[in-house]
């Protein structure tokens, strides 16, 4: 017996995203730039001189030093990654995975982007609305 599929149309944020083309998707290499490099270069001196500074000799919150460290591993394709595969061409694309942590640039754009459609389509009524 073959495996039933559902419809692509029932789990796609928007309808139609699954079967567009990818375009000019260009993995965004997050080792190459500037603020990757110093965290990177300065996380562990940085947190030691906290946990030296502070009273309690503690340093940062937990979660501040889990979303610093998550940092580094955003969209690495070491880290971890998914295989994109066309069904009808075959093409197939490697996507790594991201922190969603706050402080991670490109994560926080997409949450961004994400609160602004939901108003867009689903709270502000369908009238001109200004800022």
Partial sequence: MA????????WE???GAATAPLGGYRRREPE???LHQVVRGRLEPFLASVRERSATGRGLPSHVERDLRAYLD?????????RIRCPDCGFERLVAFSCKARSCPSCNARRMEDAAEHLVHDVFPRVPVRQ
């Fill in 13 to 15: 944020r928007r309808p």
């Fill in 32 to 34: 190459n730039t500037l």
């Fill in 3 to 10: 495996p039933r599929y559902e419809p692509v149309e029932s």
């Fill in 74 to 82: 955003c969209g690495i394709l070491g880290r971890g990654f998914a």
